[in-house]
């Protein structure tokens, strides 16, 4: 399958829009002393919004992004936007790196040159690997589902992406939040294609199975998610049973988009309710851009309706996969202290094949963004054995 190479370059017409929307803003009220507590904060938004019209510079952000070789193919159907950046390196292990909600691709952009060039950055060239970041259907540039479903036969597009468009014979695989999931179904659909995986949550999918003879540790995690849930896990909810309603919301107004994004990277990153300790405001702005050029709020949704509405017999599919599948690949856990529900070990152990375990020392959600050096040297030590020659 061909692959052809591709740049971001929005039109300019679609940015002066943008900028003319942030200035036509209309503002509600807020009550006193609010500060965070009934979501995204009015007078953080307003400093967002000031910055992203007068000082944020999309075209540098474009520029950025555009020094990673990128490309688009059409995988079954589905056209894939990705980057593929070659290793430094004589025995580079492919990487395929899977992102999530609210991120896109650039969730990996720090991370992407701590993997190609160790040596670079104080590490091993016999640790280095070609990486391969694409973006999830519906995200960026990546085409829009049309169809229910897509999720679980996301791994499949990749598996394919990887082996018949790239030329792999086997790679490795890393995912958070819905990337996590994706790469779980790698490890149960493509075991053989496989090298290992490497995850940074359990995806909260797991909840519902509700396993016997739970530890201590697991059912406090469980408590704590079901409360979560209720405080915090709304969003989801929403996203999954009336996605398009929200939708015509957030895709229409840039200000309702921002507060929609950033409530959850300030929620559930490790920065104790301090954005900018975090991310600076170029790194929010240009992932909340991304989705406002590309028009694909509505489309990112579309996963959590894909869960929300999946029959039991795909339940079951997924299930006779895991028992058959999953527990045939090496699997390395990275744990971040402030992740929206970490998991203990013995959580994991449940589904995977856990070879290796990380405690993080500090991190949240967005571990390629907040701790992308701790990401990376993770991801080394774990592939380091599984190398062949």
């Not at 149960?188 to 949550?201: C, E, F, K, N, P």
């Not at 509405?309 to 795909?314: D, E, G, I």
Request: glycine share 6%.
């Amino acid at each position: 399958m061909e692959t052809t190479p591709f740049k971001v370059d929005i039109a300019q017409p679609v940015l002066a829009d943008l900028r003319q929307r942030i200035s036509n803003t209309r503002w509600t009220d807020e009550a006193d002393n609010a500060d965070w507590k009934f979501g995204t904060n009015r007078d953080y938004l307003q400093s967002l919004l000031e910055y992203w019209h007068d000082g944020f510079d999309w075209r540098a952000q474009e520029n950025a992004i555009n020094r990673f070789a990128q490309f688009r193919t059409d995988v079954d159907g589905t056209c894939v936007h990705f980057i593929h950046e070659r290793g430094r390196g004589e025995r580079c292990l492919p990487l395929i790196l899977t992102h999530g909600f609210p991120d896109s691709f650039l969730r990996f952009a720090k991370i992407i040159p701590l993997l190609t060039d160790p040596a670079a950055h104080g590490g091993d060239p016999d640790d280095a690997f070609d990486v391969i970041v694409p973006s999830l259907p519906g995200y960026g540039f990546s085409s829009k589902p049309r169809q229910a479903g897509m999720l679980f036969k996301v791994a499949d597009l990749w598996a394919t992406l990887m082996t018949r468009t790239l030329g792999y014979d086997r790679f490795a695989a890393h995912g958070g939040d819905w990337g996590s999931l994706v790469t779980e179904h790698l490890a149960r659909s493509h075991a053989d294609a496989l090298v290992g995986i490497h995850i940074t949550d359990v995806p909260f999918v797991h909840l519902f199975e509700k396993p016997k003879n739970l530890s201590l540790k697991e059912k406090k995690l469980i408590e704590q998610t079901q409360q979560w849930t209720q405080r915090g896990g709304s969003y989801a909810l929403i996203q999954g049973s009336s996605p398009q309603s929200l939708a015509y919301g957030l895709n229409d107004s840039p200000a309702g988009l921002a507060a929609w994004m950033v409530d959850k990277f300030r929620a559930w990153s490790d920065c104790d309710g301090e954005l900018d300790s975090a991310f600076s405001k170029d790194e929010l702005l240009t992932n909340i851009t991304l989705y406002w050029v590309t028009r694909t709020i509505d489309s990112s949704f579309r996963f959590y309706s894909d869960v929300a509405n999946a029959s039991a017999l795909r339940w079951i599919t997924e299930l006779l996969k895991k028992w058959t599948c999953s527990s045939k690949v090496p699997t390395g856990f990275a744990r971040f202290p402030h992740d929206i529900h970490p998991p203990p070990r013995e959580w994991a152990e449940r589904f995977y094949n856990l070879r290796h375990w990380t405690e993080m020392p500090r991190g949240g959600h967005f571990g390629a963004m907040e701790q992308p050096e701790l990401l990376a040297a993770d991801i080394r030590a774990f592939f380091r054995p599984l190398r062949t020659p």
